[in-house]
């Protein structure tokens, strides 16, 4: 089973940026999507962006403008830059990626995730 392993989260101001990384333990050609997801105390885990196989990008409309989401398939990478950061953005951010097709926003898609690292925005 291919481990995902994220870094870069901590404690920021509201308006501040962080840069999230993502990497697999084995690289492979199959992902279909390579995504992440945040769930605060006492939420469900929700979708924030994902990038295809084929390069089609998706986020969340709460943080489009603000964050931004890229990968390097030959790398088995991806990073999420998060700028102009909120209180509400704080959560535990997980890495995510699907090996067969499904619904990209829906967390049941995704059949590797990563241990999750916390994000905290202080206003």
């Known amino acids: 089973q291919v481990q995902l392993v994220e870094s870069g989260g901590g404690l920021v101001q509201a308006g501040g940026s962080l840069r999230l990384s993502c990497a697999a333990s084995?690289?492979?050609?199959?992902?279909?999507?390579m995504g992440w997801f945040r769930q605060a105390p006492g939420k469900e885990r929700e979708f924030v962006a994902a990038?295809?196989?084929?390069?089609?990008?998706a986020y969340v409309d709460a943080v489009k403008g603000r964050f931004t989401i890229s990968g390097d398939n030959a790398k088995s990478t991806v990073n999420l830059q998060m700028n102009s950061l909120k209180a509400e953005d704080t959560a535990v951010y997980y890495c995510?990626?699907?090996?067969?097709?499904?619904?990209?926003?829906?967390?049941?898609?995704?059949?590797?995730w990563g241990q999750g690292t916390q994000v905290t925005v202080s206003s």
């Open positions: 995510a990626s699907a090996t067969s097709p499904g619904t990209y926003y829906y967390p049941t898609t995704y059949n590797n």
């Open positions: 084995e690289h492979t050609f199959s992902n279909y999507y």
């Open positions: 990038v295809s196989r084929s390069g089609y990008i």
